[in-house]
């Protein structure tokens, strides 16, 4: 079966600072991995995927995630943190399963500091 | 273009009563899918659909149904509330997912159970 893990309830960051947000991955063949941000009382948001080629994959609001096989993470980056980025952010991935479902991660909350 | 719509968006039950939380997506999507929210412990998939008339358990089934009667609504029935089923509910429909379509999400509805 396929997981992700988010090691990190919560990060910290203060704004124009780069920041992580941590994702390991466990699948049996091929990982399809998915990063989702969720703003307060709002449903989830598609950011990024990898599906193959490039490890550095680049998303929607100057968000990149960099895959990296050997150590089977996926971790989300971002040169420079706004304020609006704080949110809960999800690391997801397809089953290699009949229906593909996705499956994610514990999530982490981002919290930019002004 | 709504989307993926929910309703209700809030929900007070007394433990025993039944309900039904709607889902509609107007992108002719094929797969939909219901998943609970919980703190710490990320987003859980109940069940799932590949098509009209087609359904199947996910991760925590047990206390609720479905039923796709047409491609367009998804459903979900508790049978007999309980606080155990107090959480977030979403709602998400993606393209007959091969391993690289995203899903897109409804905006919740938050449940609570009495």
């Known amino acids: 079966a396929q997981s992700v893990a988010q090691p990190e309830d919560q990060v910290n960051v203060a704004e124009g600072n780069p920041l992580t947000v941590k994702c390991t991955y466990s699948v049996s063949g091929n990982p399809y991995l998915f990063w989702y941000v969720q703003y307060p009382n709002r449903g989830l948001q598609f950011l990024l995927k990898y599906i193959t080629g490039d490890n550095l994959v680049k998303g929607s609001y100057g968000f990149e995630a960099e895959f990296n096989k050997s150590q089977t993470s996926f971790h989300l980056k971002k040169p420079s943190a706004l304020v609006s980025d704080s949110a809960l952010y999800f690391c997801a991935v397809r089953d290699w399963g009949g229906a593909n479902n996705l499956f994610f991660g514990t999530g982490t909350r981002l919290t930019v500091i002004p | 273009n709504a989307g993926v719509t929910q309703t209700p968006k809030f929900q007070v039950l007394k433990t025993g009563q039944s309900m039904t939380l709607q889902c509609a997506q107007d992108m002719n999507h094929e797969y939909m899918s219901w998943y609970r929210q919980d703190p710490g412990m990320g987003l859980r998939l109940i069940h799932y659909?590949?098509?009209?008339?087609?359904?199947d358990q996910g991760e925590v089934p047990n206390g609720y149904n479905v039923s796709r009667s047409t491609t367009e609504d998804f459903p979900l029935r508790l049978l007999s509330a309980a606080p155990s089923q107090t959480s977030v509910y979403f709602c998400?429909?993606?393209?007959?997912?091969?391993?690289?379509?995203?899903?897109?999400f409804g905006q919740g509805t938050r449940l609570t159970v009495v």
């Open positions: 998400a429909s993606s393209y007959t997912p091969g391993l690289n379509t995203e899903a897109f």
């Open positions: 659909s590949v098509g009209a008339g087609i359904t």
